[in-house]
């Protein structure tokens, strides 16, 4: 969900009325069981999750704070942590599976870190490319 405390207002909606609009619309398609809504807004996440703490959200990060000080701007633990994957590591593969957190990366569009990303265990992987990226999942 593309959202900016500077655009508030501007060129969108508050949080709230935001949030309302999405998840209004995800309930009369019937997809809340199959949406991963992801944010860099913890505003926006906060709004989504106080209209249906069900929904299945993800923090999209692009600091270099550490999980824990991402983490620590939202009041509820996210179904997934959605970092550039360039920062990804098994230490951070681990450090999210022992809380039971989904990790998700952006934007991986060429084939080798696409496979560094599968040979570490990540549990989505954002990217331009699908065809390259199920062309190697097919392979494993």
Not at 41 to 47: I, K, N, T
Not at 64 to 91: H, I, K, M, Q
Not at 114 to 128: E, N, S
């Amino acid at each position: 969900v593309k959202s900016d405390p500077d655009w508030y207002g501007r060129f969108q909606p508050h949080p709230e009325e935001y949030a309302t609009l999405v998840v209004n619309t995800i309930d009369s398609l019937g997809i809340n069981d199959r949406c991963l809504l992801q944010s860099f807004d913890p505003a926006m996440l906060e709004a989504l999750h106080a209209l249906d703490p069900d929904l299945d959200l993800a923090l999209l990060v692009e600091n270099n704070d550490d999980v824990a000080t991402n983490l620590g701007r939202l009041s509820f633990t996210p179904a997934a942590y959605s970092p550039w994957f360039g920062v990804v590591d098994d230490a951070l593969v681990r450090h999210l599976r022992e809380r039971d957190i989904q990790l998700v990366v952006w934007t991986v569009n060429q084939e080798n870190d696409m496979q560094r990303m599968i040979d570490l265990g990540v549990d989505g992987i954002i990217t331009d490319h699908p065809d390259r990226l199920l062309r190697l999942l097919e392979r494993e």
